[in-house]
């Protein structure tokens, strides 16, 4: 186990819609180089939860450090943390009118100044890491779903983040292509990468995961890795929730 401190930490987070209190009091620790896999029914909070690590979705109450750092609330701080953590969405969001080359260039271009002919190498090595450097050239609706999805992580790749956060990239995709954007994700995690990942895709919690967080109504219900989690489920919440899923 690693002795240097966790990488993200919350610590009692509360986020209210209104009256819908959808963080209820969570504390979770991710250490470096961990993939931790929330799962959980729709509408339990794990996409707020994964927001909530960049401060795209603002908490009410408690603590959130990044990398031994609070999040800052907003500025040059937020930004320069946001490039510190990759993001990858249950929609693409690519730049329609830019190539797939120049939507991964865009970040350390643009956010960070770097050199661009030392990013354009960087940006290439990435596509080809993904599977689609023979693309880069094209525009994103030239490209499947499953495609746009891997220049999507190509892109958080490109800002060098210390952590990759995931929420449900592959909801949107047909089937088909559920499993080359999954395949992207588990190479990463086999290279260390630190992952929070929010997904219904249960084979990958089980494989890639290093441990697996159940959320139901807004509460971390219980923790534990993925073998003792699918095989053994401490409370009821989580044993109704993979009985409805692991029958079919």
Partial sequence: MTTSEPLIVLEHVNKYFGPLHVLQDVSLSVDRGEVVVVIGPSGSGKSTLCRAINRLEPINSGTITFDG???????????????????????????????????????????????????????????????????????????????????????????????????????????????EVLDVMTSLAKEGMTMVV????????RHAADRVVFMADGQLVEQSTPADFFENPKSDRAKDFLSKILTH
């Fill in 69 to 179: 750092r609070e999040l800052p609330a907003e500025g040059k701080a937020l930004a320069r943390l946001r490039s510190e953590v990759g993001m990858v969405f249950q929609s693409f969001n690519l730049f329609a009118h830019k190539t797939i080359l120049q939507n991964v260039m865009l970040g350390p271009v643009k956010v960070r100044k770097e050199n661009s002919a030392a990013v354009r190498e960087r940006a290439m090595k990435l596509l080809d890491r993904v599977g689609i450097a023979s693309q880069a050239e094209k525009y994103p609706a030239q490209l499947s779903g499953g495609q746009q999805q891997r220049v999507a992580i190509a892109r958080a790749l490109a800002m060098q983040p210390k952590a990759l956060l995931f929420d449900e990239p592959t909801s949107a995709l047909d089937p088909e292509m559920v499993g």
């Fill in 198 to 205: 929010v997904t219904h895709e249960m084979g990958f919690a």
